[in-house]
């Protein structure tokens, strides 16, 4: 066992027969390259713990490691600290042989290694001794294109040759929108889970995360922002729950509960067990979003992005979020990024984004 927790003879078992080289051999041929699965880091880890050498090759090249397996030289690095690359000192048949079976056994041992790793840091998580994935500015782009497509409205065609057609073309653009709506609407929802995660983590940490992230989006809505205080929030938030129920909800539940059930009515068919369910989402119709939905999100949605940038300290939960920097829970980081909230915290993000990107160009 390592003084990391590891027990090292497990992750080194699948690396029977490849033998660790103390110095740089000249491998000229590549094997195989852009090497995802595992990730570079967990093969750095993997060979680091089984005793192999890392090299620092350069540029792009975050570190990279020579062996010999079945007598023939491999080396095997990383590319932009993202995928991984197998090289070897000889080409042909024997040598793609080798190295494919190379790749297998680095792999099992990264997932022994994985298992271990997980195992060893769940106390840590436990504790809240973590960062979370900024998500936000990917979501938030998706959410911006459908609603783009959302509020396209198609221009009537000039070469409808009659009413039918021109009903037509009027009803597939309803459908469109009314699509592209409905794709609008989950993704927004999914912005705001980010941002309720960041208010969390910057704030009162009362309960732990997981106790948090198990409670209703309305009682985390609840509990990080002041929607029985401030009227203005108030209203949005019941108009947010109420897409979020009759939109949000049902598409992404698949349409499910008493909203679907239809019942037999003499002379007029099968209708829903009210019609209060069938809501702004109409099961009785092959489109997915009502026309008063389609009026209505927009406005909704602007709405409350009006409120969180004009009140602290949301704004400013806005800029970290947009900055997809990671969301510190805990330790130095959250505390740097809580002693620069408010006047200038715009030009902190700026500075800090100037770092990541030479990073980012450092090693692309």
């Not at 019609?275 to 406005?299: C, N």
């Not at 002693?339 to 700026?350: D, K, T």
Request: glycine share 6%; net charge negative; with cysteine.
């Amino acid at each position: 066992m390592s003084d990391d927790g590891f027990d090292v003879a497990k992750i080194a078992a699948p690396l029977h027969g490849v033998k660790p080289l103390s110095a740089a051999i000249h491998c000229p041929e590549r094997m195989e390259h852009g090497i995802c699965d595992p990730p570079s880091y967990m093969v750095r880890l993997a060979l680091s713990v089984s005793g192999f050498k890392l090299f620092r090759s350069g540029e792009k090249v975050a570190w990279s490691s020579f062996l010999r397996f079945e007598t023939i030289g491999f080396e095997v690095r990383d590319w932009k600290r993202s995928t991984w690359t197998i090289e070897a000192a000889s080409g042909g048949p024997d040598a793609r042989e080798a190295a494919e079976r190379l790749k297998m056994k680095i792999r099992s041992a990264c997932e022994i290694l994985d298992a271990q790793l997980s195992a060893l840091r769940r106390q840590e998580v436990e504790e809240g001794k973590f960062f979370l994935d900024n998500t936000y500015l990917k979501i938030r782009n998706v959410y911006e294109h459908f609603r783009s497509k959302m509020c396209e409205r198609t221009p009537m065609p000039h070469e409808a040759k009659d009413i039918c057609d021109a009903l037509n073309a009027g009803l597939d653009d309803r459908r469109n929108r009314a699509v592209n709506g409905c794709a609008a609407v989950a993704f927004y929802y999914s912005a705001i889970e980010v941002l309720l995660d960041i208010a969390y983590a910057l704030g009162n940490q009362e309960i732990t995360y997981a106790v948090f992230r198990g409670l209703t989006w309305r009682e985390r809505m609840s509990r990080v922002l002041p929607v029985g205080t401030d009227p203005e929030l108030g209203r949005i938030h019941a108009r947010l729950l109420c897409l979020k129920h009759q939109v949000r909800d049902r598409m992404l539940h698949g349409l499910g509960g008493e909203e679907i059930i239809l019942l037999p009515t003499p002379r007029l068919g099968l209708l829903p067990l009210s019609y209060k369910s069938v809501g702004l989402m109409s099961a009785l119709s092959t489109i997915p979003l009502s026309e008063a939905a389609l009026e209505d999100v927009p406005g909704v949605f602007d709405d409350f992005d009006e409120w969180l940038g004009a009140h602290d300290p949301w704004r400013d939960y806005l800029l970290l979020a947009e900055s997809v920097l990671p969301i510190p829970l805990f330790g130095d980081r959250r505390q740097e990024i809580l002693e620069a909230l408010g006047e200038g915290f715009e030009e902190w993000i700026c500075a800090e984004q100037e770092y990541e990107s030479y990073l980012l160009n450092h090693w692309e």
